[in-house]
């Protein structure tokens, strides 16, 4: 073997960089130089080149380790020891040391310091990562480094080692050992960064950062700052420690010292914004690398440059039974906490609703059966709030779609920043039966509301009578079952509608872009603009309409100027037509609520005081009935005017535009009026429940008729059937305990976890949300304007917050909104998308809206001073 064989360059051929030729962290450092990592210049001396240096041993060490054993520590230790020894004095010529120095001249400058590290051949393996057990050394002078390398060769026979492979049934003989010789970086800074958060949230990137060399962080000598950035969003939550030690070269005796940080640097945190972006993009690139989630270590030198030094897998994250939790578009129905009760129902909703879309969709009973738990869990409680199940949403999705960009109309549709469609199989038996279903649905497109709502004018007003007529709790409890089950037996047909309602309008905006007649991705909500009168906009308009009458009566001014809780009994003195019609509205549109999905919330039914307050407050709206409806047919019709230069009527390509909007019209049209039919349907459960409650307030099961809302739906029917006579007060103490608890947790849009354990998550106060640093936000314009004001922060929707004038900011708007929205100047919302409720209604009511701001609720405080820019979708903060 010649001698200049005995180092490895990464310049050298690719068939020369294998982990069997150059072990594990070798291999991995050539797979990130030739991917243009930061990486430290370095060298190898392979396993065949090591295997040149121990051939006069070999047979030595081979005869001790056929002496080492398991079940003998102790001996084992002290065979290592004898390893060691060994390898350590091993002669080499003075020739063959000075040519070894020579070639290292080719690669480091003379007065580089350099580090030596072990590379195994079964080092930084998929399952066994070897990490800290042999040894490496830093801050080596050349001259040294030949006495480092035996070092580093022995320590593949450490004690630690030896214990390691004995444990993971790894041979202890015959070891493919090789050595790293790396260029060292005088850090000022270094940590290590996993691509997973381990036994938490796996959406999460964990960082651990302190200052100086990286040794004294792996090795958990110094103290460090923790951070954790999502994957998604790259929102950070930071954890801040006071930083007291940092180990540095050692100029006297080589090697590291610790020192004390320099005081003003204590408290500081350790890592900049920019520099943990830039840590997750390497994190995330070295996960792709290696096909598994990664863990990188990484230093900063003097000059702020960043070097990766490593990567290995992670071996201990299962890739097994993952779940994703998304909370993109359920959180518009149920925002922050929802109880017990309204998850159970929601979840038994979820599972007839889309059991009966699949047939619909004409798959097989037995295929459904197969895929009874997936239909059985598409939405999950955790921590008290509502998220979709979005793994089994895709296994769902992925069943009746023809196609990948089908798929990805679904995503845009309902507002998914982060696509996951590439994931999909979508066999070709699946495509044809879809395809098939398709035309069969778009074929009675026509009859879904018809059927619809034929069935819910049947069903509803017994749901709804039944609370008045019933002779015992298992009556009601029965009636309460036929008729829910009769009334969402075609609740289905909402599902269907939309699904050819967001079909038809992803169409519809790629072929207005393909034809030329608008890029602007807001063209087709103006064609839409007034089409139709849905019930959600015949209630905005009535509330106009009475809002102006208040403003333009003297009397009926004055009345509203007095406190909320005296206004009916003036109104029934002064003025009993306007009580009326305010009554009336309540029987019409008074399941509309804030979070009307969610059971424990009252509606105006419970309580018209609410709308005696909405009324009170919107007097400040300067929007009017007639400006409304001004509004929508101004935009439709300048939409129009430019669809018509485009499209001459003698081009075939107008007619089927013409058919997209006609059926993108009725769908979206539908889908307004089927959602407001489930409002005033969860009214009449809202109320049946209520009336459960009072029974068990009355029998002594609970303390408070709104404690029925911490209980189960099954716990409910158990009360209700007999099945069960405990008492509920204990448990429902614990409940309510636990969900004071879940208030004070910050929780992420997405939730990634294996196996059936919930990650451990946060308070509010636990870590500083660093994101809240940025001064300009930005997201997708949706309603035209600028405003600058104060801002308002919306976690939970409550109609006694003072919205006047402000810019609310809030994860995603339902739509009770509409009257807060109406005395607001403005609106800023992370999720949502350009069919969303907040999307629609702000536009109409003309004020600018701004969708898809990740972060915005964390980035923006309430009492921040902040502009809007409805025509870029640029946010600044001014404070």
């Known amino acids: 073997m010649q001698e200049n064989l005995y180092i490895t360059t990464y310049n050298d051929k690719p068939e020369l960089w294998t982990k069997e030729k150059t072990g594990g962290k070798a291999f991995h450092l050539y797979k990130m130089k030739k991917n243009d990592f930061p990486v430290p210049d370095f060298v190898c001396i392979g396993s065949e080149a090591v295997n040149f240096l121990l051939k006069n041993v070999r047979s030595k060490i081979e005869n001790i380790c056929n002496k080492v054993s398991i079940n003998n520590i102790q001996e084992s230790s002290d065979l290592s020891k004898e390893i060691t020894e060994i390898i350590e004095n091993i002669a080499v010529t003075d020739d063959f040391k000075t040519s070894f120095l020579k070639q290292l001249e080719h690669f480091f400058k003379p007065d580089e310091m350099l580090s030596v590290r072990s590379s195994a051949t079964d080092e930084d393996a998929a399952k066994n990562s070897f990490a800290g057990i042999h040894d490496s050394f830093l801050f080596v002078q050349q001259a040294d480094i030949l006495s480092y390398v035996f070092k580093c060769i022995a320590s593949a026979w450490s004690p630690g080692a030896i214990s390691y492979r004995l444990i993971n049934k790894l041979p202890v003989d015959n070891i493919g050992i090789s050595v790293v010789i790396q260029k060292m970086v005088d850090a000022e800074k270094s940590g290590i960064c996993f691509s997973v958060n381990d036994g938490g949230n796996l959406a999460d990137i964990v960082i651990v ?18 951070c954790f950035v999502n994957r998604f969003n790259d929102s950070i939550v930071y954890k801040n420690t006071t930083k007291k030690i940092k180990f540095v070269l050692d100029l006297k005796n080589g090697g590291l010292k610790s020192e004390k940080v320099d005081a003003n640097l204590m408290n500081e945190q350790c890592l900049t914004k920019n520099d943990i972006l830039k840590i997750k993009d390497f994190s995330i690139r070295a996960e792709k690398l290696l096909k598994k989630p990664s863990d990188i270590e990484f230093s900063f030198d003097k000059n702020k440059q960043l070097y990766i030094l490593q990567m290995r897998p992670i071996t201990t994250t299962s890739q097994e039974n993952i779940k994703i939790l998304d909370n993109t578009n359920i959180v518009e129905s149920y925002p922050g906490i929802t109880l017990p009760l309204s998850f159970s129902f929601a979840k038994q909703a979820y599972k007839k609703v889309f059991t009966e879309s699949a047939k619909a969709f004409l798959l097989s009973p037995k295929l459904i059966q197969k895929q009874s738990e997936t239909f059985e869990n598409l939405i999950a409680h955790a921590y008290g709030r509502i998220y979709y199940r979005l793994d089994n949403w895709y296994k769902l999705i992925g069943l009746v779609s023809s196609s990948k960009k089908a798929v990805r109309h679904w995503e845009n549709a309902v507002g998914l920043q982060t696509q996951s469609s590439d994931f999909i199989q979508i066999s070709l038996a699946g495509k044809i039966k879809s395809f098939f ?28 009578e039944s609370v008045n007529n019933f002779s015992d709790k298992k009556e009601l409890w029965n009636k309460y079952t036929i008729y829910t089950d009769k009334l969402f037996k075609r609740w289905y047909l909402t599902i269907i509608n939309d699904f050819i309602a967001f079909k038809s309008f992803g169409l519809l905006q790629q072929l207005i872009k393909k034809y030329g007649v608008s890029n602007d991705p807001k063209f087709v909500n103006n064609l839409l603009s007034g089409l139709g009168k849905p019930e959600s906009e015949k209630a905005v308009l009535e509330t106009l309409d009475m809002k102006e009458i208040i403003k ?16 009916i009994h003036k109104l029934e003195k002064h003025n009993k037509p306007f009580l009326k019609r305010i009554y009336s509205y309540i029987e019409q549109y008074g399941d509309r609520t804030l979070a009307e999905l969610k059971l424990e919330n009252p509606s105006l039914r419970d309580d018209p005081e609410i709308f005696i307050k909405l009324l009170q407050s919107s007097r400040v709206s ?26 001459k009527f003698y081009k075939p390509r107008r007619y089927i535009l013409k058919f997209l909007l006609k059926t993108t019209s009725k769908g979206l049209q539908n889908r307004e009026n089927m959602r407001f039919a489930r409002a005033r349907a969860y009214g009449a459960v809202k109320r049946i429940f209520k009336t459960i409650g ?51 947790l910050k929780l992420p849009d997405r939730i990634i976890y294996a196996n059936d354990k919930l990650p451990s998550f946060y308070g509010e106060n636990d870590f500083r949300d660093t994101s809240s640093d940025e001064k300009e936000l930005f997201g997708t314009a949706v309603s035209k304007g600028c405003f600058e004001g104060e801002a308002i922060v919306i976690d939970e929707p409550d109609w006694s917050l003072d919205v006047k004038n402000k810019i609310i900011v809030t994860q995603m708007t339902d739509p009770g909104w509409v009257f807060l929205m109406l005395q607001a100047s403005g609106l800023i919302s992370e999720k949502g998308s350009l069919l969303s409720h907040t999307a629609i209604i702000g536009r109409e009511l003309d004020i600018p809206v701004v969708i898809g701001v990740n972060n915005a609720s964390s980035k923006i405080k309430t009492g921040d001073i902040i502009k809007i820019n409805g025509d870029t979708g640029k946010i600044e903060i001014k404070k």
């Open 437 to 464: 279903a398709l035309l069969k649905l778009l074929f009675n497109f026509k009859n879904i509301s018809t059927k619809f709502f034929k069935d819910y004018h049947t069903w509803f007003p017994l749901l709804n």
């Open 622 to 647: 300067k929007l009017t009935k007639e400006k409304f409806i001004n509004n929508q047919n101004q935009v439709r019709a300048a939409a129009n005017e430019q669809l018509s230069k485009h499209m």
């Open 694 to 744: 009072n029974i068990m307030l009355k029998e002594n099961f609970i303390d408070e008729v709104n404690d029925v809302f911490y209980l189960s739906l099954d716990e409910v029917e158990n009360f209700c059937t007999q099945k069960t006579s405990n008492n509920l007060k204990e448990k429902i103490k614990e409940i309510k305990k636990q969900y004071t608890d879940f208030k004070n």
């Open 209 to 226: 950062a302190g200052y100086g060399a990286g040794e004294g962080i792996v090795s958990d000598k110094v103290e460090a700052d923790s």
């Open 552 to 567: 333009n009566n003297k009397d009926l001014n004055e009345i509203f100027s007095l406190p909320s809780n005296l206004i």
